[in-house]
Nanobody, 121 residues
Framework: QVQLVESGGGLVQAGGSLKLSCAAS????????MGWYRQTPGKQRELVAV???????NYGDSVKGRFTISRDSAKHTVFLQMNSLKPEDTAVYSC???????????????WGQGTQVTVSS
């Protein structure tokens, strides 16, 4: 299976920047999309950004123009560059990967533990 570990979260002031990373490990037949999601208390988890194995990207409306998702050429790590941060961006950010598991040959989701991002006023 695929395991994901996020890092890079922290406390920043509004208008600042932060870069998150998500390292993938393990074995899979293939890895499809990788993305970042976030969740705040009392709210559903929402899409922040997703990137396909081919490099196509999609962003949540609230972060378009401010955040950039990328992944390395080997598809082992995905990044989220967060610029012009707002207090509303405060959340736990989790990395997600969709892959075809060796054991089941079935499309499976893997989630990281999450990393806290806090943006002060």
């Amino acid at each position: 299976q695929v395991q994901l570990v996020e890092s890079g979260g922290g406390l920043v002031q509004a208008g600042g920047s932060l870069k998150l990373s998500c390292a993938a490990s393990g074995i899979a037949i293939s890895i499809d999309d990788m993305g970042w999601y976030r969740q705040t208390p009392g709210k559903q988890r929402e899409l922040v950004a997703v990137i396909t194995s081919g490099g196509s990207t999609n962003y949540g409306d609230s972060v378009k123009g401010r955040f950039t998702i990328s992944r390395d050429s080997a598809k082992h790590t995905v990044f989220l560059q967060m610029n012009s941060l707002k207090p509303e961006d405060t959340a736990v950010y989790s990395c997600n990967a969709r892959f075809i598991a060796i054991a089941t040959c079935r499309l499976t989701d893997s989630w990281g533990q999450g990393t806290q991002v806090t943006v002060s006023s």
